[in-house]
């Protein structure tokens, strides 16, 4: 997985991040990070390593049918640590109820060098897919 992300463009590896998300496979997602890993869902408590935010990933997707990333921008900053990445987009989820919602998301993460996230953060408002 590891010489697969090296190998990926700055816009590539976004697109990889949010396809690999949208599988809903969360022991897949678990392997985009780095096992002492932060994951923050908006204001929610981080979730520290590998297996914590397995566990949250399987637990959020047990509230929805699925999603689907739509990638609006993203922007990517270099740093003698690795990268930044900030992306905007448009997320469908498909409820439990069987409808969708679309909600506007932004993501910010920062990957070593060899491409694992060390730190991702979520920002958006979930109302609209648990209302009834």
Do not use: C
Not at 19 to 30: K, N
């Amino acid at each position: 997985m590891i010489d697969v992300l090296n190998e990926l463009m700055p816009h590539e590896l976004t697109q990889h991040v949010f396809q690999t998300v949208d599988s809903a496979r969360p022991g897949s997602i678990a392997e985009l990070f780095t096992e002492d890993a932060t994951m923050v869902f908006g204001n929610a408590d981080p979730l520290v390593g590998r297996e914590a935010i397995t566990a949250g990933i399987q637990g959020f997707f047990a509230t929805i049918n699925g999603l689907q990333h739509r990638i609006i921008n993203d922007w990517h900053i270099g740093t003698d640590t690795g990268a930044d990445t900030i992306a905007e987009t448009e997320v469908t989820y498909h409820r439990l109820d069987d409808k969708y919602v679309s909600v506007p998301v932004v993501s910010i993460w920062h990957t070593r060098d060899d491409g694992l996230i060390t730190d991702y953060r979520v920002f958006f408002d979930l109302t609209p897919v648990y209302a009834p």
